[in-house]
């Protein structure tokens, strides 16, 4: 068990900014108490908000007291899952961990997730937090944080309609990474050309993680793939294998750019869940735990007993029936859990799609989704959410062999969700592939609890 050796809130911060950040954290706290009291919901953002409101400066002033350093771990897919497993990693050891770990991860989230650990003055007594942060705020976060280590996990196209291409988030990233602190470490995911190039690009010191398992390798490109051009000249990259989206063993026949070489051997290490995307978040979060300091045995004893977060990839025992639930919410992760789906034996599965502000309001992205994979087994096929009938409309499409799937169309979700499981045997389990928000909506059908 570390040493706690306590926190002396004014030793960087003059009199004035502690009166601030203390006035800011009580308004806050006594907001958080007002809302889970009267069950407006989990107190994840609006805490912050307000106490922004007073201090601006509240990220930096909470971040400063942090004892060992601030993690920021970003990515389009698996920020919560590789975050919750490092944080597990870490107060196995006995650290005391900061973390947003409802998932919000704008700014006022950070700041409500941070001000959580806080006592009524601001002081902030932990050592280490973890902020699984939105890819589109790295870069305004980074400069107030000064964060020790920034995990990259990951960049494909998600929410268009919010961020744009991958290529201009890496761009920033790597801008405003390149003039941060040369004190933080960054890791970086080696089989991602955008990352990978990112990191060979950096002053700061630089560790990869990557699978090295060519048993692994898609027979062919899958159509959701965002990068495969050359990130330093633009030219076709050349691929020995591809794991999944533009994920894999590649190298620039033009300039000579490849692959950086991971840290770990992954056909070494066994994984969190199901889905080889798990394996990646398995990785990325032990490369971080050993760059850390964490001896190795710790953090192969943690794996085995992880438990993931709601949505991801959680089982459930609904009725007698095993229920499990992969959040699907852009091509490359729904192409991933349609993975795990016809890799099993199991022959009913749920698909929910909507198109809220957290999930992105463009829904086209299913169009870029290999959905006939998923009609071609057969079986049954119930589909709900907002846009039901785009869902419905892009597996008929996807029924070219004729397959003979049972597509059943149902607006209603808890009725779609009694059909699934009135057409789940009792020895198979039911896959629900749910978008964002949806994901949140089967929470409240199957448990009766929100998130948030």
């Known amino acids: ?201 950096l002053s700061q010191k630089v560790v990869f993680f990557g699978l090295n398992e060519p048993n692994k390798y898609l027979e062919e490109i899958p159509h959701a793939v965002d990068s495969i051009y050359c990130p330093n000249c633009g030219h076709s990259l050349d691929y020995e294998g591809v794991y999944l989206s533009h994920l894999g063993e590649f190298s620039c026949p033009q300039c000579g750019f490849k692959r950086s070489k991971p840290a770990l051997n992954s056909s070494e290490w066994s994984q969190v869940l199901v889905g080889l995307y798990n394996k990646y978040n398995t990785l990325a979060a032990a490369t971080v735990a050993i760059e850390l300091g964490i001896d190795e045995a710790t953090v192969r004893d943690t794996i085995p007993t992880f438990q993931p977060a709601f949505g991801r990839a959680e089982e459930l025992q609904i009725d007698g029936k095993r229920v499990r639930i992969l959040l699907s919410k852009n091509p490359v992760g729904t192409n991933e859990t349609i993975r795990v789906v016809t890799e099993s034996n199991d022959k009913t599965t749920l698909l929910i799609l909507n198109d809220r502000v957290q999930d992105g309001e463009d829904v086209s992205w299913i169009w870029d989704v290999d959905t006939e994979a998923l009609v071609q087994r057969g079986g049954t096929l119930v589909v709900s959410g907002d846009r039901v009938y785009d869902m419905a409309l892009r597996l008929r499409y996807s029924d070219v062999y004729d397959s003979k799937v049972n597509l059943i169309v149902e607006e209603d979700l808890k009725k779609a969700i009694s059909t699934a499981l009135e057409h789940t045997k009792p020895d198979e389990t039911l896959h629900i592939l749910p978008t964002y928000t949806a994901m949140l909506d089967v929470r409240e059908v199957l448990t009766g609890k929100k998130i948030r």
Not at 27 to 51: C, M
Not at 73 to 82: D, F, H, L, S, V
Not at 173 to 198: E, G, H, Q, R
């Open 1 to 201: 068990m570390p040493e706690n050796k306590g926190t002396d809130v004014g030793k960087n911060i003059n009199l004035i900014d502690r009166v601030k950040l203390g006035v800011a954290v009580s308004a806050a706290k006594s907001v958080t108490f007002a809302v889970r009291t009267l069950r407006l919901g989990a107190a994840s953002v609006l805490p912050g908000s307000i106490a922004r409101k007073i201090e601006p400066r509240l990220l930096e002033l909470l971040s400063q007291q942090v004892k060992n350093g601030v993690i920021l771990i970003a990515g389009t897919n698996g920020k919560t899952t590789t975050s919750l497993l490092l944080r597990e990693i870490l107060e196995r050891k006995g650290f005391k961990v900061a973390h947003n770990s409802t998932g919000a991860n704008l700014e006022n989230g950070l700041v409500t997730a941070l001000m959580e650990s806080t006592d009524a003055f601001g002081g902030l007594n932990v050592d280490y937090a973890i902020l699984e942060v939105d890819e589109n705020i790295v870069p305004k976060v980074l400069t107030p944080i000064q964060p020790k280590a920034i995990l990259c996990l990951n960049l494909f196209r998600d929410q268009l309609d919010r961020y744009g291409e991958v290529d201009t988030i890496s761009k920033r990233w790597t801008k405003a990474i390149s003039t941060n602190s040369p004190n933080t470490t960054v890791i970086s995911n080696a089989d991602d050309p955008t990352l990978s190039y990112l990191g060979q690009q």
